[in-house]
């Protein structure tokens, strides 16, 4: 299977003057998005506890199958490269194999985040046989007790049958997609063992305290010791894909491989199942609210033209940073990570290696970390609404 090219940061490997530049001139921000998350359902058959959506039930007021139509339709006309759809659980909405052969027919690539519970031998003979579409299987331990404890019983079993069915299939090249957590991160490892043993391609990710994450930040965020040896296990493995989630750790050294910069608002952003534009995909929030793909204009003014867009591409000022001689390095770290945090953001990542989140985070209210800042009018529950 030939997939599509992903024009993103985790296959830039660029010199440090070419990634530079490259950098600066993506904080200026872009005509269209390289890529966008697209979040198709808040409906979900698990309760992940750092879940970043508090994903459940389904919105009643999701966008229908034409107005879905409709914004693939914009972001060809765009050109933008490919969509990283997901949830919830984005296999549970009724179109979604329907919308993955509309963008696909369409031009625009498709990579969709999945628990695996909705992959089974025939759809991945299917999937195997397109050229533009890409499958990420979410999974958080190497084995079921350290796995279903985040995500729930039996979504290990789920999951690793899912990546069987890849293989069979010959799907080479699928992604096994892991958050990093203080209970998880000595066994990358075994993730990269997982990923070998199935043609896989492993990916791993920053957790951030969002949504249901922000009650399991304390319990499950890396300590400070585990993100160092992640850093050099990172820097001896650069064939493992980040996403630039983890540039806060190149105050410690040499850069990761990528842009290391925050991309919200200026080469990705996130539309959620109503529509919603917000700047990062991490950070669905109010304050991070661009504008909506049902309104006048559709999601091209909104990436263009808002507000919000407009201000994150302007230079950002170090703010507490700015005396610190690594602050070229890490950028400050990341936006939703300090926002959910309680800190300022133009002020330290919370787990800013060199120690300066924990002062900022002493400083601030920590009753902001015990709550869900994300959406607030989506009832949850446990069974999912198709």
């Known amino acids: 299977m030939t997939l599509i090219e992903e024009p993103r940061p985790d296959n830039l490997v660029l010199s440090p003057v070419k990634q530079s530049g490259l950098a600066e001139q993506m904080k200026r921000g872009l005509d269209a998005p390289i890529c966008l998350t697209w979040e198709l359902t808040y409906a979900c058959n698990l309760q992940c506890v750092h879940c970043l959506s508090s994903s459940g039930r389904r919105d009643p007021r999701e966008l229908t199958t034409e107005e879905c139509e409709g914004v693939i339709d914009e972001l ?8 990283n759809i997901g949830g919830g659980e984005p296999t549970i909405r009724k179109d979604f194999w329907h919308l993955v052969r509309y963008a696909v027919d369409h031009g625009v690539g498709v990579k969709f985040s999945t628990n695996g519970s909705g992959i089974n031998a025939e759809v991945a003979e299917q999937l195997a046989e397109s050229d533009y579409v890409d499958v990420q299987i979410s999974i958080d331990g190497a084995d079921a007790e350290t796995n279903d404890h985040v995500r729930g019983a039996g979504s290990f079993a789920t999951a690793v049958q899912a990546m069987e069915h890849l293989n069979a299939a010959g799907f080479e090249g699928f992604k096994i997609s892991v958050v990093m957590t203080r209970h998880n991160i000595w066994q990358v490892d075994e993730f990269k063992a997982m990923a070998d043993h199935f043609g896989a391609q492993l990916r791993l990710t920053r957790f951030r305290p969002s949504g249901r994450g922000a009650d399991s930040w304390e319990a499950l965020h890396p300590t400070d010791q585990q993100q160092r040896e992640l850093y050099h ?130 400083s601030v209210a920590r009753a902001a970390v015990s709550k869900d800042h994300s959406r607030t009018t989506v009832v949850l529950g446990r069974k999912p609404v198709s």
């Open 76 to 83: 060809q006309r765009m050109q933008v490269f490919y969509i």
């Open 233 to 362: 296990w990172l820097m001896d493995h650069p064939d493992v894909l980040t996403g630039d989630s983890f540039f806060h750790l190149s105050a410690l050294g040499e850069a990761l491989p990528g842009l290391n910069l925050c991309g919200a608002g200026r080469v990705v952003c996130l539309i959620d199942p109503v529509g919603d534009v917000y700047a990062c995909p991490f950070v669905l929030h109010d304050e991070f609210l661009a504008g909506s793909v049902r309104d006048e204009g559709g999601f091209q003014k909104v990436w263009q033209e808002s507000d919000l867009f407009t201000e994150l591409r302007e230079p950002q000022s170090a703010g507490a940073c700015a005396s610190c001689g690594h602050f070229d390095a890490c950028q400050g770290g990341c936006m939703a990570a300090k926002f959910f945090t309680g800190i300022p953001l133009d002020g330290p990542d919370p787990e800013c290696v060199l120690g300066h989140g924990e002062e900022a985070m002493d």
